[in-house]
């Protein structure tokens, strides 16, 4: 995942013995991949803030037992998900609508930055990542999340997502498996659009 | 899949192609191997591959959501607002010992040259502002942060840190007791230097060069007042019961809890509040006494002399300097001009026939002023020159 570099290994020791300066660095180290993660979960922004914020605060004042940045991180990922998960779950019965459905449904938004590319090719660069993922399951959409855009082992994803090692392994090759498989499918579906 | 097809691809091509896009998102084994041998079969792709793998890794994101710089470093000084509340809470011992170590501390001291009444607490924070002369520690090389009468702590950095927490005042390396500071505090940013300032209830402002800011140490249970004259971007912390009151000679700004700007320059002729989030309400000191005009997100509020008007602002774009960044839509050259001197502290002499000149950019206060010179000279038909005392002045090119 994140390069490690003598300097993150150093602050990483102070950050465990509790000092100030290395905890504000590792707060701004993570703070956007908590956030993207949170929004990802669909949680709304304040409510990812506000869960972030806690988090961080019950570190602080707590034994800092993690065997490295890599394990921060995830502990970070992991605990973010349950909270924002427990903040939903109660809203959801406060509203009385019952939790019929997932209280929180994974998605992939694709961006594409306006450098060199020009407009009308980032709009078919976006398409074809988009339709790409279309065919995914949002389980299937949060693992693949873990594994390629914050690096995580499958252990680690295992624990997030609350299900077994080889669960985790299996859920990601059937993913890859469906990227493979959808596009056939889509390839006829563009030739009866060109033939109607 | 075929491979002929790939034959004349470009770069672009590539990054529209499902294949393609699938390696990069998933680097699996099976996708490494054929994409070995599209290059093994036209060798001429692997530089534009390489260029595609490039534009991808430079442009393509997935759930790309970011906070903004000021957000992340808004959040994290309330987070510390946080803990410190819960250290006092928690512990006895630890502000102890943070006593111990402030107390070690050596500050320097500079006699002032104003009359400091200790006794009188009630006296009003802008009543305070009118009696201190108008001094010229603006052009001073090193930010000031007044505690007292006999206690002030000169901050040599070009961007200055200072915050309010719990029983402790930080001020870059400096830490020191809260109770060494009278009741109002003062920090003065010379031209040429920036500060940032956290007060005691978490509120967050970054104050631009040639600024004044007037405050008490700590807020009282009713309100919070603070008294400006140059130039903030300010984060206000909610607090209903507390309205955040923003005093400056012309004008005051109330607020609950929000985002604004608010540039006040005793010598600019227009001062101005321009506002991100939240709402304020303004009332000016010198017209309209008993209006309040109340602002909506990405309003801009301007004061001139003796009238005002409210008009519709790309609210961001007003608190990049913040960021170390300056950008401008069709203003006059001299303000421009200004606004650098300002900034880097230097004096800047503006040929008149050449102030009026109506700019458009954007330019990267973190350069020095040397090279943003040049660049303005290549965009606008005018040369620079420095003069042997530092200064500089800009003519029409002939």
Redesign the interface.
């Known amino acids: 995942m994140n390069i490690a570099t003598p300097d993150h290994i150093r602050l990483f020791s102070k950050f465990i013995e509790g000092d100030n300066e290395a905890f504000?660095f590792f707060?701004?180290f993570f703070?956007?991949d908590l956030?993207?993660?949170g929004?990802?979960l669909g949680g709304e922004k304040e409510v990812v803030?506000d869960a972030?914020?806690d988090l961080?605060?019950k570190i602080?004042?707590e034994e800092k037992n993690f065997s490295s940045i890599d394990h921060l991180k995830y502990f970070l990922l992991k605990s973010l998900k349950n909270r924002l998960y427990n903040i939903y779950k109660s809203k959801a019965v406060s509203a009385s609508t019952g939790i019929s459905k997932d209280v929180m449904e994974f998605s992939?938004?694709?961006?594409?930055?306006d450098?060199?590319?020009n407009e009308e090719?980032r709009a078919?660069?976006k398409q074809?990542?988009d339709?790409?993922l279309l065919n995914l399951t949002t389980r299937q959409k949060e693992a693949?999340?873990l594994r390629?855009?914050q690096e995580l082992g499958y252990e680690e994803i295992a624990e997030i997502m609350d299900i077994t090692q080889h669960a985790a392994r299996k859920l990601i090759s059937r993913s890859?498996k469906r990227?493979?498989d959808s596009?056939p499918t889509l390839f006829i579906c563009l030739s009866l659009l060109f033939l109607s | 899949m075929q491979i002929e097809k790939y034959k004349y691809y470009s770069a672009v091509d590539f990054l529209k192609d499902r294949d393609f896009l699938k390696w990069q998102l998933f680097n699996s084994e099976e996708d490494r191997l054929f994409w070995n041998s599209v290059v093994k079969e036209y060798p001429v792709l692997e530089s534009t591959i390489k260029e595609a793998i490039v534009l991808y890794k430079d442009n393509i994101r997935l759930n790309d959501f970011r906070m903004s710089r000021s957000e992340i470093s808004g959040s994290l000084a309330s987070l510390q607002t946080q803990i410190n509340k819960k250290k006092k809470r928690n512990s006895r011992r630890i502000v102890l010992s943070i006593s111990a170590v402030a107390a070690s501390i050596a500050i320097f001291i500079i006699s002032l040259h104003f009359i400091f009444n200790k006794e009188n607490h009630v006296q009003d924070i802008a009543t305070f502002a009118q009696t201190l002369p108008d001094n010229n520690n603006l052009y001073s090389s090193d930010t000031k942060l007044i505690l007292s009468e006999n206690n002030t702590v000169t901050l040599n950095n070009t961007e200055s840190s200072i915050e309010y927490e719990g029983d402790a005042i930080k001020a870059d390396n400096n830490l020191i007791l809260k109770e060494e500071s009278s009741l109002y505090n003062q920090l003065i940013t010379p031209y040429g230097k920036r500060s940032s300032i956290t007060f005691s209830d978490g509120t967050k402002a970054w104050v631009n060069a040639g600024s004044r800011l007037i405050y008490p140490a700590e807020f009282s249970k009713e309100k919070r007042e603070i008294y400006v004259d140059g130039e903030i971007y300010i984060e206000v912390s909610e607090d209903k019961k507390r309205p955040f009151v923003i005093k400056t000679k012309q004008m005051d700004i109330s607020v609950l809890g929000t985002k604004f700007n608010v540039s006040a320059y005793e010598d600019d002729k227009i001062k101005n509040v321009v506002l991100l989030s939240g709402s304020v309400s303004i009332s000016s000191n010198t017209h309209n006494k008993d209006k309040e005009i109340i602002l909506t997100p990405n309003q801009m509020y301007s004061d001139l002399e003796n009238s005002y008007s409210v008009e519709n602002v790309d609210a961001s774009v007003y608190i990049l300097w913040a960021q170390g960044l300056y950008q401008f839509e069709s203003e006059e050259l001299g303000n421009i001009i200004t606004r650098l001197e300002r900034y880097y502290g230097i004096k800047i002499e503006c040929d008149t026939a050449i102030a009026g000149l109506k700019c458009s950019g954007k330019l990267d206060l973190k350069d020095d002023l040397n090279k943003l010179l040049t660049e303005l000279s290549r965009a606008l038909p005018i040369k620079y020159r420095q003069n042997a005392n530092g200064s500089y002045t800009i003519n029409i090119k002939s």
Do not use: G, M, P
């Open positions: 504000s707060y701004e703070i956007n956030y993207a993660y929004i990802s803030k972030i914020q961080f605060l602080y004042f992939i938004t694709t961006t594409v930055l450098e060199i590319i090719d078919i660069i074809q990542v339709a790409l693949i999340y390629f855009i890859l990227l493979r596009e």
